[in-house]
């Protein structure tokens, strides 16, 4: 079974994902294509040689009976209204994040997919994919140190752009760390508190980085994150779990050791595509090949799409009064349990 | 462009390939199967739900005017025979290793290839595919720490069946070492020379085990490697190269620190065949793409097939003279110089 | 010229320090000791072999002329009195943390030092004679990766005795990080916050283990320590100091690596006492030779035991409140700069 | 107890000595010193404020009846006769590498001391007392994973002054390994063969740079050693142990961890001194409390001065001939045995 996309949204991203259903992934074929750059759209048809319908919008490209699904690669405002439509034609999704740009919009995704009656949306956290994430989650599953009590993690890019904003931090950075961290624990979040510490020189003056966010889940556990994005020397993810009976950390990137000038040395990633281009790889293969197995995608839900909504906008709350702001989600519905916790 | 293959050897490695081709990777399809064993053939056929004609030997499959490229997966000594059909009937050739079981067999691959007037064939060693390797060989090509003047390396498996033997280390173990330091300090070997150290109780009574092998390159290069196939604890293949400024180190496979029981402890592979995964991909993905692209493949020649086998062979006296073998390759055609060095 | 030491406390650290001083180290020798158990002090004299006068209490030894420098090596209660005593005679005073339980005590001991006229008054935090710490020290100092932004640290015990509260925490565990980190990055706190995240059940009802303890310092550095003290797997001291540039980081304990059965494993700490094991004995023996070379000791100072009572007090007060506490400092004695800063 | 120690040779290594005992070490004090060169004895005595004999030779100094213990620093053609001298005059000694410059010169030695019927002599093998390598011992002799079948080291130092030559690679550099790996393992060494690779463009013309060293001992082990002295990155010792169930790594040295500049650095050792700094400390404690505890040295002996004279001559013999060279000790006198292997 080859599953046809349809791409709604060919800039970078949309690109990037074009080219691996094309020249990497296995399972998948590119049959239509739409951007608000009409030209845009048409020029990616030949750059990868796609055999492609370019459609003049997401509304005409949804009506094409040959789409099986549909990959949302647009700006993060126009996505609810994609999916929506992707839904309403019954075709699958796979929407790249944010699933909506409020928790509204997420909620009236996740009920129009509940009427549907089988899940068909899959929002595109790809760090569950990581090898480094899932070897976490194993050792958190099999017992292997205990319960966990505390997380603690860094997420740092070596710079980011004039228009990169302080609420940025939370939407387009820490949003990775909101999906993955209450995947590992199976946990919800309770309040977020927000810390600026000493900023650092490289920031504009609009930005305020780095910053540390508190959470404690419903269960107790302790996170914290420092997010700092003009941290110049890499792209450095760093994840600690300490549980009842010791600690579990997330591996470095490998790299060739290099003893030189009196000095061990390991190359770090600057890069942050390079960092998770497995797990990019990866998120789509599942959802390729869980559809042709199961006839459902397996990975994060919209409403996983929905909680990372709710947690950001507690958090730019909680950037703006310096207080703990609470974290309340509706009760998780039924559909989207798993099978086996129901 | 989408390669059709012909798979020559259905067992566990033909049907890893085979999968790889129709599950994971992109731009190829598997058309046809053969095997010694016809059940076997068909058995996969239904296994992978493959669209594929199952021919009754390799003479019969090398007809088939719809393939463009033959794997070739069957036992070492019926590798030759496939090989010289595919390139007679003017089919590209992904072969396992050995290219062919004596060196005098992989010279007629190479004349045969060089009669034909362009690359067909492609022998499967990993190794130059796998990130680590790959790292080093841009370190040394970039300069990074000066000329290599010495490669200290070690491969260990957990542990071998009985059928095993002493000539084993070097035919079944060996072999990438060779493949892939030649490759990875553009070099030729000299000679070779064997020492048993003591021999661990955890082999049988035939099987010399562990081995150090030493090499001399022509450029005076110093090589060792430990091969010891029962080291029990796990698989693990180490690298290090000492320049005359520094020195370089293959990195460690990344994996989940756990702090625990008064250790830190990281997961060692014991499977041999997880070390590799990326590369086994890889280094089929990079044959279609260079297929696709130039009309060639470009990764290890029938040359180096050629190379493996005469390397080898002294390896196999070294063992039983315990002196030094040289090492006698005639000259290297032009045919498989890489375009800019000729 | 050899330092005649009188100890007060013949307890186990007292011994440890008269050991120290008889057995390992250079220029002092025990002339004299005292213990509220006469018993134990008479025992330590027959125990080390010393050449020394048993005193019925501090008050006789102090007045002993053969005296330069009194260990003050007793209950925490009794520090105050007892170096108090020491600085009227004029003797030099090792005192073991706390320097006074309260902050109104210590302050007594600053005035008084200051009054004598030269320093006399070192305490015992070891921690600042740790290579490691030196290392981070040198590194920031040398402005190796720019100024310092936040400092993420973990205090790891395997397990405390039943009799160890809440609040020990913060006097007994905590009290090393709190003089420390200001002397690592020459800085002052200004406020802090203490959270509770989930309890381990391995903690006894009366005790909050882990805590996270959260500080500002005066110039907005943001610092966070992990208190576990009964985290099962070892004794592990973390640092981290993220800065502008980069970060540094505290190394880990070396020690030999082992392969076996599938794991890579370094052996840890259980026993906290050899962690600093070095420190120990370079704190006394630069007591000693500072002392011989310039007439003072060079290492922490009375000042320095104020700030952590002030501190110290702060968190406790954070323990019980859940709010940010500030920690106020009289401004510090122009006694107590360094030359160079004055 | 204090030991008196008289010091023959006040040259670099002979003022670290005094250095060490006279403000590091606890237990010795030196009361006499003599030098070839007086002017140079003299003012080693006003540098350290020492209060001893300036004597002009040694056999002066061997007379003096207030001297305990001998320390030998002169240069490596003097010490067979101080050494002999002070056995003779029942003097304690200890003696910086070479215990004499000969295989017979040691045996002198050898058949002096157990003439005089009890140990006096220590030769100054520091790396025995590196917490290292006492790591490494310690999982060896505790069977941690079992029988050692292979050790693979390298020495390297970051260059060498011009007078440095081939041989000394074995006399001045390989000496340490070769006292050390054979104490690791508890075993002899059977035969030595000495390969030269590439030599390095940081040697000059006189000298070969880097060597391959590889040993076979009586029990079958395999050892091979690098000595690389114009390594250029800095100092730097590795050891790994081969054993039937896994593999026992020397540490790294530990130092601050940086990430900086897309890259994480650990700072390396430029000084061979620094590394072994503690090793040099404990020999000599060592040497002066297992005196005072149980009248005779219990570090390294006369016997294994002369099976690193022995194994030397071997070395350097394979040095020339490119051959394996037999290494032929006698018998071990039931005199060096531990009291429990006899």
Same mark, same amino acid.
Request: proline content about 4%; aromatic content about 8%.
């Given at each position: 079974?080859?599953? %046809?996309?349809?791409?709604?949204?060919?800039? *970078?991203?949309?690109?990037?994902?074009?080219?691996?259903?094309?020249?990497?992934?296995?399972?998948?074929?590119?049959? *239509?294509?739409?951007?608000?750059?009409?030209?845009?759209?048409?020029?990616?048809?030949?750059?990868?040689?796609?055999?492609?319908?370019? @459609? +003049?919008?997401?509304?005409?490209? #949804?009506?094409?009976?040959?789409? =099986?699904?549909?990959?949302?690669?647009?700006?993060?405002?126009?996505?609810?209204?994609?999916?929506?439509?992707?839904?309403?034609?019954?075709? @699958?999704?796979?929407?790249?994040?944010?699933?909506?740009?409020?928790?509204?919009?997420?909620? %009236?995704?996740?009920?129009?997919? &509940?009427?549907?009656?089988?899940?068909?949306?899959?929002?595109?956290? &790809?760090r %569950?994919?990581d090898?480094g994430y899932?070897?976490l989650?194993?050792?958190?599953?099999?017992?292997?140190?205990?319960?966990p009590?505390m997380i603690h993690c860094a997420h740092r890019n070596a710079d980011v752009?004039?228009?990169y904003?302080?609420?940025m931090a939370i939407?387009d950075t820490l949003i990775h760390e909101i999906d993955v961290l209450h995947?590992l624990v199976?946990?919800? @979040?309770?309040?977020v508190e927000v810390i600026f510490p000493k900023k650092t020189?490289h920031a504009?003056?609009?930005l305020q980085d780095p910053q540390m966010i508190i959470f404690?889940?419903?269960?107790?556990l302790h996170i914290s994150v420092e997010v700092f994005v003009n941290c110049k020397f890499g792209y450095d993810i760093q994840c600690e779990v300490v549980?009842?009976?010791?600690t579990l950390k997330l591996p470095e990137v490998?790299?060739? #050791?290099?003893?030189?000038?009196?000095?061990?040395?390991v190359?770090l990633l600057m890069d942050w595509?390079l960092r998770f281009?497995? *797990?990019?790889?990866?998120?789509?293969? =599942?959802? &390729?090949?869980?559809?042709?197995?199961?006839?459902? +995608?397996?990975?994060?839900? *919209?409403? =996983?799409? @929905?909680?990372?909504?709710?947690?950001? =906008?507690?958090c730019?709350?909680?950037?703006?009064?310096?207080?703990?702001?609470?974290?309340?989600?509706?009760?998780?519905?039924?559909?989207?349990?798993?099978?086996?916790?129901?």
């Amino acid at each position: 079974m080859t599953i %046809r996309f349809g791409v709604i949204g060919t800039g *970078a991203i949309g690109r990037e994902h074009i080219d691996r259903i094309t020249n990497t992934l296995s399972g998948g074929r590119i049959v *239509a294509v739409t951007d608000v750059n009409q030209d845009a759209a048409n020029q990616v048809v030949n750059q990868f040689g796609l055999d492609a319908v370019v @459609y +003049p919008d997401d509304k005409a490209l #949804l009506e094409d009976k040959n789409i =099986d699904a549909v990959l949302v690669a647009s700006w993060g405002s126009a996505h609810e209204a994609s999916v929506l439509g992707a839904i309403e034609a019954g075709k @699958y999704v796979f929407c790249e994040k944010p699933l909506a740009t409020t928790a509204e919009g997420c909620m %009236r995704i996740v009920e129009a997919e &509940m009427k549907h009656g089988k899940r068909l949306v899959q929002v595109g956290f &790809m760090r %569950r994919y990581d090898s480094g994430y899932v070897q976490l989650k194993e050792a958190i599953e099999g017992n292997v140190v205990g319960e966990p009590l505390m997380i603690h993690c860094a997420h740092r890019n070596a710079d980011v752009h004039e228009r990169y904003t302080t609420d940025m931090a939370i939407t387009d950075t820490l949003i990775h760390e909101i999906d993955v961290l209450h995947w590992l624990v199976n946990d919800d @979040y309770k309040w977020v508190e927000v810390i600026f510490p000493k900023k650092t020189k490289h920031a504009l003056d609009h930005l305020q980085d780095p910053q540390m966010i508190i959470f404690e889940t419903k269960t107790g556990l302790h996170i914290s994150v420092e997010v700092f994005v003009n941290c110049k020397f890499g792209y450095d993810i760093q994840c600690e779990v300490v549980c009842e009976e010791g600690t579990l950390k997330l591996p470095e990137v490998p790299n060739v #050791l290099v003893k030189k000038e009196a000095q061990l040395r390991v190359p770090l990633l600057m890069d942050w595509k390079l960092r998770f281009i497995d *797990a990019y790889d990866k998120e789509l293969q =599942d959802f &390729m090949d869980s559809i042709a197995r199961t006839g459902q +995608p397996q990975g994060p839900t *919209a409403w =996983d799409g @929905y909680i990372a909504a709710v947690t950001a =906008d507690a958090c730019v709350r909680a950037q703006q009064t310096g207080k703990r702001e609470s974290i309340s989600l509706i009760d998780k519905p039924a559909f989207y349990y798993p099978p086996s916790e129901i």
